[in-house]
């Protein structure tokens, strides 16, 4: 998963990439009369406020806000959502554009195109390996992985193993102990 930071600086872009992507449509909408690619600014909208809403939740949980109000899974259908709604919006202003003859309207419509393409890119890279995550942590029916955290890459808040009865130990950590003198009986 993106680090929280890497995360922030795509939201940022995600916000950036409207400014070019509005003049650029609306232009090409103005010019060619016709509603694609220029309908792109809704995406690109919406992409827009749901980043900056998410950035500044984050500013303000990080000022000690207890107030949050999207989830985790909100943030995650909301990302899912836009990628699916941008990639919509670029197949559908593809296809259009080949209906257009004139060679400068085609090169507009498809530079509008690219902040589409760049934010479809942000949303789908964030979305991606949270969906791993709630596929993996899912798809485990023992009542043991279920209710310990799993390590490794998909783990966002615990790192270690936690053993939920003393014969979930493994041996070389029990000889460790045995050895440092502490006891396996708290």
Same mark, same amino acid.
């Given at each position: 998963?993106?680090?929280?930071?890497?995360?922030?600086?795509?939201?940022?872009?995600?916000?950036?990439?409207?400014?070019?992507?509005? $003049?650029?449509?609306?232009?090409?909408?103005?010019?060619?009369?016709?509603?694609?690619?220029?309908?792109?600014? @809704?995406?690109?909208? &919406?992409?827009?406020?749901?980043?900056?809403?998410?950035?500044?939740?984050?500013?303000? &949980?990080?000022?000690?806000?207890p107030i949050q109000a999207l989830s985790e899974?909100?943030?995650?259908?909301?990302?899912?959502?836009?990628?699916?709604?941008?990639?919509?919006?670029?197949?559908?202003?593809?296809?259009?554009?080949?209906?257009?003859?004139?060679?400068?309207? $085609?090169? @507009?419509?498809?530079?509008?195109?690219?902040?589409?393409?760049?934010?479809?890119? $942000?949303?789908?890279?964030?979305? @991606?390996?949270? @969906?791993?995550?709630?596929?993996?942590?899912?798809?485990?029916?023992?009542?043991?992985?279920?209710?310990?955290?799993?390590?490794?890459?998909?783990?966002?808040?615990?790192?270690?193993?936690?053993?939920?009865?003393?014969?979930?130990?493994?041996?070389?950590?029990?000889?460790?102990?045995?050895?440092?003198?502490?006891?396996?009986?708290?």
């Amino acid at each position: 998963m993106p680090s929280p930071a890497t995360t922030v600086v795509l939201r940022k872009i995600s916000i950036v990439a409207f400014v070019p992507g509005l $003049i650029l449509l609306l232009i090409h909408g103005i010019v060619a009369s016709r509603p694609f690619p220029a309908l792109g600014i @809704l995406p690109l909208a &919406a992409s827009a406020l749901f980043s900056l809403l998410i950035i500044r939740r984050d500013v303000i &949980a990080a000022l000690g806000s207890p107030i949050q109000a999207l989830s985790e899974l909100n943030i995650l259908v909301g990302d899912v959502s836009l990628a699916v709604f941008h990639f919509i919006f670029v197949f559908i202003s593809w296809t259009q554009l080949t209906r257009v003859w004139d060679e400068g309207q $085609i090169v @507009l419509g498809t530079y509008g195109t690219v902040p589409m393409m760049l934010v479809f890119g $942000i949303h789908f890279s964030i979305a @991606l390996p949270q @969906l791993f995550h709630v596929v993996i942590k899912r798809s485990c029916d023992c009542p043991h992985c279920r209710s310990v955290a799993k390590a490794g890459y998909f783990s966002s808040s615990t790192t270690e193993y936690t053993p939920l009865n003393d014969g979930d130990t493994e041996p070389e950590i029990v000889d460790r102990d045995i050895e440092e003198g502490v006891s396996g009986s708290h």
